[in-house]
């Protein structure tokens, strides 16, 4: 039981780059999230996901897509990178009574 | 939507004092508050969290209060020690026709010194 995976878990890329973010999880949950954190500003929600085949905008969507391609698998797109991007992002699941699990994080940075 | 005020934004104290850090939340259909304690570039864990239909909870050191009337609560860790040094965020629940998430707070630096 691995709990909730991300690759990769570092990343460098240039402005304009695109890159996608994976996030599975084996806890058969059905509700993910990816966040970003900065320092002094917390985790801001990016887009999350109620179940397969759903996705909605957080606090902070401008600039990401997101896929759920099935019940594991949540995926975070940057169509074109900026540096306004480089941070740290988590994914995350939400358990049966409401707790959310997250995973080790991908440290993205933009050149 | 949620907005989730967390204050300080730094602590310092001396081991075996205690440590209170308080939220404030604004929607008033929340009804889930977790804390998470993030060690130095690891993911943040779930230390404690309390539902609307209860004022306090209780685990050993730690304990959450919750004041639904003015929205706020409060993470309280007593006789603190080197290693709950730490950054601690506080969340609030929100939900809508999507599903349910998280908006944290900033986060509060606690330092523990011996």
């Known amino acids: 039981n691995a709990g909730v995976t991300q690759t990769p878990k570092f990343q460098v890329l240039k402005t304009g780059q695109s890159m996608t973010l994976q996030c599975a999880q084996d806890?058969?949950?059905?509700?993910m999230y990816w966040y970003r954190q900065d320092p002094g500003m917390g985790l801001r929600l990016i887009y999350y996901?109620?179940?397969?085949?759903?996705?909605d905008k957080g606090e902070v969507p401008n600039g990401y897509n997101v896929s759920r391609l099935n019940k594991r698998e949540f995926s975070l797109r940057l169509e074109s990178a900026a540096p306004s991007q480089t941070s740290v992002y988590f994914c995350?699941?939400?358990?049966?009574?409401?707790?959310?699990?997250f995973g080790p994080g991908t440290r993205l940075t933009v050149l | 939507g949620e907005n989730v005020e967390q204050h300080p934004s730094t602590l310092s104290v001396q081991e075996g004092d205690s440590a209170v850090i308080k939220c404030t939340y604004s929607d008033s259909a929340s009804n889930y508050f977790p804390w998470y304690k993030q060690e130095l570039g690891k993911r943040p864990q779930l230390i404690i969290d309390i539902r609307s239909n209860v004022g306090e909870k209780k685990d050993q050191r730690i304990a959450v209060t919750l004041n639904k009337t003015a929205k706020h609560f409060s993470l309280h860790i007593t006789e603190t020690q080197p290693e709950d040094s730490a950054v601690y965020f506080c969340a609030a629940s929100m939900r809508n026709q999507a599903g349910t998430a998280l908006i944290f707070g900033k986060g509060t630096t606690l330092s523990v010194s011996s």
């Open positions: 996901s109620a179940s397969e085949g759903t996705t």
């Open positions: 995350a699941s939400r358990g049966p009574i409401n707790e959310q699990f």
């Open positions: 806890m058969n949950h059905n509700s």
